[in-house]
Structures are given as C-alpha cells and as structure tokens.
C-alpha cells in the first residue's frame, strides 16, 4: 500500500485520536481547527487509507488476571515456505500470544506471551509450542515490569 500524504490537519487528527481514542468529531474537529464535516471527512480517508486501522480499548492485565507476559524468541526448523506459512498462522490462532514479529537475528520469530501465572505459560509452553513440529527452540524472557507499552507513534518525520 502507498504511503498517503499527510497535511498537518491529518497530522494534528492523528496526534489527538492516539492520545485520545474516544474524541467525538465534534471534540477533534474543535481541538484541530477544523469544523465537523471536513473533520469527519479526514478521519474517514485516514480510516479507508489505513493509516487508522481501528479503535481499542487499552486493558490493564493485571486488573484482568493476566499477570506473567513472557517474551519468546522462536527458532523455526527449516525455512521453506510451507513452514512460514504454517507456523504464523499457528501464532495467529494462539490467544495467549498477542504481538508476533519475524525478526533476524538469534530467533526467527519474537512473541508476545499474555497468561495468568507460570503455570499457565508451562501449560502453554509444553501442550501448545512445544508441538509444533517446525519449532526447533524456544528462549523464554520474562517480563520483570513494563517500563513502556503502548506509546503513541512518533509522527515527527511526517512533516
């Protein structure tokens, strides 16, 4: 997908909507100097361009109950093309994994691991992991505290 230009309206409506998701139109129109209707008419390019790919609540994971994220460096056994395939789809069906990245370097694949408790992570780690047959080896990091997560993107560099 081409990169959109971004004027500093769109600038502006993106800064605010990553700071604050639940904006009316109304709201971002008043604090980006537009009024609604173009406003509403940026928001929607920006959403149908895909630079807006969606609205989310942040979640805190303790408050829930999920208390241990591990990082888990994967090294996949044997690079074709079928194995790609098949291992990322298996991440994606994974609940317990919420971010994926195939990454160089000593894995081939980094995840994020949401779960309750150690318990939980060696219940996953061993009946669901640890099956799959393309998996060569697994490094699990542990998550100590999140120092940051979630950080707005930087928008410096577009203009």
Known sequence: ????????????????????????????????????????????????????????????????GLGLTVMVGVKVDGHRDGNATAIQEAFQAMPEVVACHLVSGESDFLLEVVVPDLGAYERFLLGTLLKLPMVKDIRSNFVIRTVKAGAPLPLAHLG
């Open 1 to 64: 997908m081409p990169k959109m230009d971004l004027d500093g309206f769109d600038r502006r409506i993106l800064a605010a909507l990553q700071a604050e998701g639940r904006l009316t139109n109304a709201e971002l129109a008043d604090r980006i100097g537009l009024s609604a209707t173009p406003c509403l008419r940026r928001v929607k390019t920006l959403e149908r361009g895909g630079v807006i790919e969606g609205y989310r609540a942040a979640i805190g994971r303790q408050a829930i």
